[in-house]
């Protein structure tokens, strides 16, 4: 399944159910998360990779949630008692690129092959809504305007691929604490607001990333940079090595920086491993599609899906 950033955030109200209006641009990138889901005699979440020591393995893992909330939608309330689910994270964990909502649609796609159920994309996104707002992008991919919460989605034209560096940060933000965050500073101030997505659109449409890096924006940015002041060094270092231009990704804190092209990102990821500003960097491109099986025709069981 593949990891998400967002190209435009603009964060609206609070809503009185505790969660934000918003308009943003959705951008899937390369960088994956693996799920394999098999039946087995004992049930449960096995993790490995980006993260392994602090992601849950327990009820409250999001793939785990999303084989419950399948079960219980297609009337299978025994259906969990044999599952086993094995994650492979090269997504940081609450890093703001989605790794958990990632893990929850690649489940559901796995899992309704294993279970052989006759269910759309569509119905499966009914379903990933209510396990999170980022959940339903995940299983569609590619490049989409998302509106409500963000789980509302509508595919944006993407003509080109675009060359990205992402650097990831020591420890995790959590995203509730992000948007508190953005809510005391408003408050308190007038913290920078993006403006209308429309220009970020017709830059997609006419596929040239430097007309695109003039125009990332994430209202969230702000809130990330005061709970962790450093980004703002790992955010002109990424400029500094050559990158068009750098963004916050969601909530934080992995910096995205968009570059000319593949080669200079190579060159950009490299000369940034070298600042000391960031545990780790990786390369990866966009658009590319959502969750998805891979290798079933070769590997007949389990089903595994790339996030
Ligand atoms: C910020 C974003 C931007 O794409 O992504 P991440 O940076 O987390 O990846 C998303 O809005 C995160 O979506 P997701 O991580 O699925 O959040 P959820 O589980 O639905 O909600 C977690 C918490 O975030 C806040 N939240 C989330 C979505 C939203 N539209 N308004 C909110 O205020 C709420 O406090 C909520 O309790
Ligand atoms: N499968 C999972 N992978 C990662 N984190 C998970 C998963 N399931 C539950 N979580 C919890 O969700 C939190 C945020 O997850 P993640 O999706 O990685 O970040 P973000 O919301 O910043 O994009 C983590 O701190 C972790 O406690």
Redesign the pocket.
């Known amino acids: 399944m593949p990891s998400?950033i967002?190209l435009h955030?603009s964060v609206g109200d609070?809503r009185p159910d505790?969660?934000?209006?918003?308009t943003?641009v959705?951008h899937a990138l390369s960088l994956t998360d693996e799920v394999t889901v098999a039946h087995a005699e004992e049930p449960g979440v096995e993790v490995y990779g980006e993260g392994e020591q602090v992601v849950p393995t327990g009820a409250s893992n999001l793939a785990w949630r999303a084989v419950e909330a399948l079960a219980a939608h297609v009337g299978k309330p025994d259906g969990p008692a044999n599952v086993r689910v094995v994650l492979r994270k090269g997504i940081p964990v609450a890093g703001?690129?989605?790794g958990?909502?990632a893990d929850a649609a690649g489940t559901l796609v796995a899992l309704a092959a294993l279970w052989k159920l006759d269910i759309g994309r569509d119905e499966l996104a009914g379903l990933a809504a209510k396990l999170?707002?980022?959940?339903p992008f995940g299983l569609y991919g590619g490049t989409a305007l998302?509106t409500g919460?963000?789980e509302q989605l509508v595919p944006v034209l993407s003509r080109h691929t675009f060359h990205w560096v992402l650097a990831f940060d020591q420890r995790g933000l959590a995203?509730?604490r992000?948007?508190?965050e953005l809510d005391r500073l408003r408050e308190t101030g007038n913290p920078p607001r993006v403006g209308s997505h429309a220009p970020v659109v017709e830059a997609l449409a006419s596929g040239d990333p430097r007309q695109l890096a003039l125009l990332l924006g994430n209202d969230?940015q702000a809130a990330a940079v005061s709970l962790r002041p450093g980004l703002r060094r790992t955010l002109r270092a990424g400029v500094n090595a050559g990158a068009l231009a750098g963004t916050v990704?969601?909530?934080?804190p992995t910096c995205a920086f968009l570059c000319a092209d593949a080669e200079s990102a190579l060159e950009v990821a490299a000369e940034l491993a070298g600042a000391g500003v960031c545990r780790t960097v990786r390369v990866a491109h966009g658009p590319v599609p959502g969750a998805r099986l891979v290798g079933d025709e070769h590997r007949p069981t389990p089903p595994q899906v790339h996030a």
């Open positions: 998400k967002n955030l609070l505790g969660f934000h209006d918003l943003t959705f703001g690129m989605a958990g909502s999170g707002s980022d959940v998302g919460r963000g995203t509730e992000v948007y508190a969230l990704s969601g909530s934080g």
